[in-house]
């Protein structure tokens, strides 16, 4: 190992100039050199083993200063040991003239060998040092070579921390999905260009994961939430992948740029709490605070009651119904999840759903959704059983599998399981949710667009999915009976539905003229507070008997 990279790892706040490492290096071979000499002389000569002390500083000058080093230091140790130095000094008897000629031949011959190696073992270092910092699929520095720089720089300025920003590529699986691994790497390679040209030099772009960058910028011109801003400016253009343009979006945790002190590992854990605080609220960029690590604590906390929840039988669903416009009738109902916990209290989904959204819970929790609602579509004369997907449970082919197989064990028939999906999980990947909900079609499920109008609402996707319905967000139910443009808009929202051949659902319809002017309006399903709020299997029965007897 050279003697800097030794140094550097023994003494890492040593920093010490290249020239006066080779000069300390040049007097220890200087005094390596004398000392053999001295001690030659004074064991009487070269007649004996002691001559192969003078190697020791050849090899050093070797190791210091490569080839030409090692030529000079055995040339220089030859020289040394050569025509002034006696075969015996104490009968004082000289070399012979061949001796020392070969002397030297042989430890300059050595000394040039001993260079190349090192020469070669130095550049094999540097290349793996290199692939080391380097991400191999993108060729940006990866994580190490930030943990490398925010070292130097916490040693160089301790007291004041540079600006740490987080950035994660919202919608990256799906773009794997759809195009492939090797396409995100050169939408990641498209996007830290954009981010370094975007923020001003001097800024550093990292690799920190498959969809994440890290920017560092150690001393800021500005502050954290207007260079946020310059960084979201340049993805607004799409970003072109295989001459495809992609719309990518994206989400910021920082951290840092501050007179206190700071250690580089809590800067980059203080930018992923950061991050996560941004998706818990659902804002582009979070810049960390301590609070932060309060909710994040919470969420932790929450997510394992979660688990064991699940594990204890606390979750259940209960269904709220969906009447007929036209003739009143139930013509099925929406399951919704409901958590009771031990002491009997129910939790409200907004306290839990948010957090298992965003985590793995979200894959179990939507299965034993599905279960529930088809074996209570198996129980009862429920026309159709709804049940919402997140974007994740859309790209699961694995759980559209499993609902398949659940809908042939049942016994249902094709459509008595609709499966609900708002515009967001369409659109962050049109061509995989098409995929999908293409086997969902096959697998014998409705599938309906949920919240319609509050999201893109992109005709374009209406015309292209292979869906059975719309289901109108509450949002355009609110002022009918009393705003003639909400009433013209729905209108028209009822009439794309069937043009397109699709059912419409109108939801959260809360009294009789909003009811009316649905029904006027041709929607064909109604849903809300005004016929019934969500209830137990029981609760369900018992209204269904007693509203159809």
Known sequence: MPLEHGLRRWFPRLRLRRRVLDLVTVGL?????????????????????????????????????????????GLVGGLLLGPFMPLDSHAGIAQETLNWIVRIAFYTGLGGFTGLLFL???????????????????????????????????????????????????DLAGIVEAAGVAAADELVRELERRLRAAVGEPARVYRFSASELVLL???????????????????????????????????????????????????????????VAAGEHH??????????????ARTVELLGRVRRGLAAGEFELHYQPKIGARNGAAVG?????????????????GRFMPGVERSALIDPLTRFVVAEASAFAHRNDARTVSV??????????????????????????????????????????????????ERLREAGCRVSIDDFGTGYSSFEYLRVLPITGLKIDRAFVRDLEHDQRALDLMASMIQIGHTLGLEVVAEGVED???????????????????????????DYRSWHEREFA
């Open 217 to 275: 910028k150690p001393r800021p011109d500005r502050p954290a939430d207007e260079l946020i801003e310059l960084a979201m400016r340049s993805v607004e253009e799409p970003v072109e992948v295989r001459s495809i343009p992609v719309h990518v979006e994206l989400m910021f945790g920082s951290a840092g740029s501050g007179a206190a002190e700071w250690e580089p590992r809590e800067l980059i854990r203080q930018t992923r709490v950061a991050l």
């Open 120 to 170: 070669a073992i130095h550049r094999e270092g540097v290349h793996r040092e290199r692939d080391a910092r380097i991400d191999s699929d993108s060729g940006l520095p990866n994580k190490v070579a930030l943990a490398e720089a925010l070292r130097e720089l916490h040693a160089e300025d301790p007291a004041h921390s540079p600006l740490l920003i987080l950035a994660r590529v919202r």
């Open 29 to 73: 071979i200087a005094a390596l050199f004398a000392g053999a000499t001295v001690l030659v002389y004074a064991t009487g000569g070269t007649k004996l083993a002691w001559p192969y002390l003078m190697l020791v500083p050849v090899l050093l000058a070797a190791a210091r200063f490569r080839v030409v080093g090692g030529i000079l230091g």
């Open 388 to 437: 919402n997907f997140t974007a994740r449970n859309l790209l699961d082919r694995e759980l559209v599998a499993a609902l398949g197989a659940q809908l042939a064990e049942g016994g249902l028939g094709n459509d008595r399981l609709e499966v609900e999906i708002t515009e967001g999980a369409i659109v962050r990947d049109p061509g995989a949710a098409r995929a999908a909900i």
């Open 512 to 538: 009789r003229a909003q009811y009316e002017a649905l029904r006027w309006l041709g929607c064909d399903v109604i849903q809300g507070f005004h016929f019934a709020k969500p209830m137990t299997e029981h």
């Open 333 to 349: 109902c929406e399951a919704l999840i409901r958590w009771r916990d031990r002491s009997g209290a129910l939790i409200p989904p």
């Open 283 to 296: 804002r582009a960029h979070v810049h960390y605070a301590p609070e932060h690590e309060r909710e994040s």
